[in-house]
């Protein structure tokens, strides 16, 4: 399948202060889903009887597919009682602790079919392709035994047969530990280690493993040794460290070569040269520091002095963050945490990629890159953090195939 995009805008990011390079009217032709040849119009040579399919895009923006490199896509039940509680005064750690919040959402998924979760899934994917994704990374964690993370897991990929989307798997089975372990938490943590993860790995169900370091999840030494099975068996890790208090879960897993770490509203100094030396991305996830109306905001004036990534995602679930809108995530970055548009872009393009460990495939509008790009209504990128609700996207073009929403 040959695709050919003629008059095009495309972005290319520059690195540091430069601004966006919005180019000068492109084609770009694609081959068996890699693009191939990005060019001036007037350079174009190449015979259009090569191409199964051409689209003049009329001077519109590209911008690399958005990756959303942190969901929790696959779940189900609501937590909107729990919502209710919040703003009457309640916090979400001692919802958790009284036996509600994750717990909550693992007992409505547990009885959940496969198939009944991607059917409740697929509504929540159709919004953060209309928000311009091609790639979305899902994690487990709502199972929390072998055969419903599996059943996660499975269900996430089987949206791939549903949808044009890449889906990255994640498992966090160290998500909380379930009810059956409460009084020895360690076993959980064996179990993990000894048999959900080489599972994992040897069936190719998951390409990352994430653990909740924090005092309602898993503490240091125990996500250390998830961490430890994760790298002994191949698995790229992730974490969700330094959310909701400080316990230098984000450090822990930068030496141990974390892809990213996730929320990071309470990290320090220590925390931020760690990541900087490992080259771990710290990914914001603002919806969720808005929904819990936290007031802690992550440090992002040190995460740039040390040069560390920033990505920007969802974290669409039914406790912390239910807005599958990565769009809406960008504009809260600019507002909230003070990212500049440009900053935001790179968070769901290179840096969600590096995030998942995928900077050399996709994340840019670039030659020999998978064609995962999508294609705007819009003149300048700025835009795109700049209307929320209004659907501008025209097409998308997944592993070199077009797709309209
Ligand atoms: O990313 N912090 C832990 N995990 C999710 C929330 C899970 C839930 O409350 O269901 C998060 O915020
Ligand atoms: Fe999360």
């Known amino acids: 399948m040959n695709l050919l995009l003629t008059n095009v805008h495309y972005t290319s990011l520059l690195a540091g202060d430069e601004g966006y390079a919005v180019s000068a009217p492109s084609t770009i032709s694609i081959r068996d889903g890699v693009i191939d040849r990005i060019c001036h119009q007037s350079e174009f040579n190449m015979s259009l009887e090569d191409f199964d399919t051409i689209l003049d895009c009329q001077g519109k923006l590209i911008t690399p597919g958005f990756i959303d490199s942190h969901t929790h896509l696959i779940f189900a039940g609501s937590r909107s009682q729990e919502f209710e509680q919040r703003l009457l005064g309640a916090s979400y750690q001692s919802i958790i602790l009284n036996g509600g919040g994750i717990h909550s959402t693992v007992q409505a998924t547990r009885l959940a079919s496969e198939e009944h979760l991607i059917e409740l899934a697929l509504p929540r994917l159709d919004s953060l392709i209309r928000s311009g994704c091609t790639t979305v990374e899902i994690k487990s964690g709502y199972g929390l035994s072998f055969e419903h993370e599996i059943k996660m897991l499975r269900a996430a990929k089987a949206l791939e047969s549903h949808r044009k989307i890449n889906v990255h798997t994640t498992l966090l089975a160290a998500h909380t530990v379930p009810k059956e372990y409460q009084q020895r938490p360690d076993d959980y943590v064996d179990w993990i280690c000894q048999d959900m993860i080489p599972y994992c790995a040897e069936h190719q169900l998951a390409d990352s493993v994430d653990v909740f370091c924090e005092s309602i999840g898993f503490n240091l030494k125990q996500s250390e040794r998830v961490f430890q099975s994760a790298v002994k068996h191949g698995l790229s890790i992730k974490g969700h460290t330094e959310q909701l208090s400080n316990m230098g879960g984000s450090a822990l897993a930068a030496r141990y070569g974390a892809l990213s770490v996730d929320h990071i509203e309470y990290l320090d100094l220590p925390g931020v040269e760690a990541l900087s030396k490992a080259n771990t991305v710290a990914t914001l996830l603002p919806g969720a520091f808005y929904f819990l109306k936290e007031t802690r905001k992550p440090p992002i004036e040190l995460l740039r002095r040390h040069n560390v990534p920033m990505a920007i995602a969802t974290d669409v679930n039914p406790g912390t963050s239910p807005f599958a809108d990565l769009r809406l995530m960008m504009n809260m970055a600019c507002t909230l945490f003070g990212l500049s548009p440009q900053e ?33 209504d819009m003149s300048h990128p700025s835009e795109l953090s700049y209307q929320i609700g209004l659907n501008s996207l025209y097409c998308r073009v997944v592993n070199g195939r077009l797709d309209y929403v």
Do not use: S, Y
């Open 344 to 376: 935001a872009l790179r968070g769901v393009t290179n840096h969600a990629a590096q995030a998942l460990g995928k900077q050399n495939v996709i994340g840019q509008v670039k030659e020999g890159n998978c064609a995962d790009l999508a294609v705007w």
